[in-house]
């Protein structure tokens, strides 16, 4: 099969807007460009990100029936309507560490980022501790030496 031939000096057909050429294109309204709804299931990722880089948190290994299943961190759930969201994080933290203080930066950092990203308000955040685990790092000196 052969390509048509092509000739630089044909011209190519160009669609044409309809009306003056000197009108400016219509803008719409806001309201009727349509919406944005963001799903539950966003801001569960969101939040559970959100309190999975706050410092304090870590990572633990997870194991069903003495196998291993990789890592897990923060988990959430999120309920609400309209603007407002509910959240319940689960949070494992390191230990030893000020839990308290490490709870109020997990709650500052994720009602930030879910309000700035989503738009939605955080009507409610409950955060429970799962688990206390020491981070992983070096291994720490097995004889003293004197």
């Given at each position: 099969?052969?390509?048509?031939s092509?000739?630089?000096?044909?011209?190519?057909?160009?669609?044409?807007a309809?009306?003056?050429?000197?009108?400016?294109?219509a803008e719409?309204?806001?309201?009727?460009?349509?919406?944005?709804?963001?799903?539950?299931a966003?801001v569960?990722?969101?939040?559970?990100?959100?309190?999975?880089?706050?410092?304090?948190?870590v990572?633990?290994?997870?194991?069903?029936?003495?196998?291993?299943?990789?890592?897990?961190?923060?988990?959430?759930?999120?309920?609400?309507?309209?603007?407002?969201?509910?959240?319940?994080?689960?949070?494992?933290?390191?230990?030893?560490?000020?839990?308290?203080?490490?709870?109020?930066?997990v709650?500052?950092?994720?009602r930030?980022?879910v309000?700035?990203?989503?738009?939605?308000?955080?009507?409610?955040?409950d955060?429970?501790v799962s688990?206390?685990?020491?981070?992983?790092?070096?291994?720490?000196?097995?004889?003293r030496?004197?």
């Amino acid at each position: 099969m052969s390509e048509p031939s092509r000739d630089d000096t044909t011209p190519v057909p160009v669609a044409t807007a309809t009306g003056p050429a000197d009108a400016a294109p219509a803008e719409d309204e806001p309201a009727e460009r349509g919406g944005l709804e963001i799903a539950f299931a966003v801001v569960r990722r969101i939040a559970e990100y959100a309190a999975d880089s706050t410092d304090g948190t870590v990572r633990t290994e997870r194991r069903v029936v003495g196998l291993g299943l990789g890592e897990s961190g923060s988990t959430a759930k999120v309920s609400g309507y309209g603007d407002q969201v509910d959240l319940r994080l689960e949070v494992p933290l390191a230990y030893p560490a000020p839990i308290a203080l490490t709870v109020e930066a997990v709650r500052g950092n994720v009602r930030e980022r879910v309000e700035t990203l989503t738009g939605y308000a955080v009507r409610a955040l409950d955060v429970t501790v799962s688990a206390l685990a020491v981070p992983a790092g070096p291994p720490a000196p097995t004889r003293r030496t004197e």
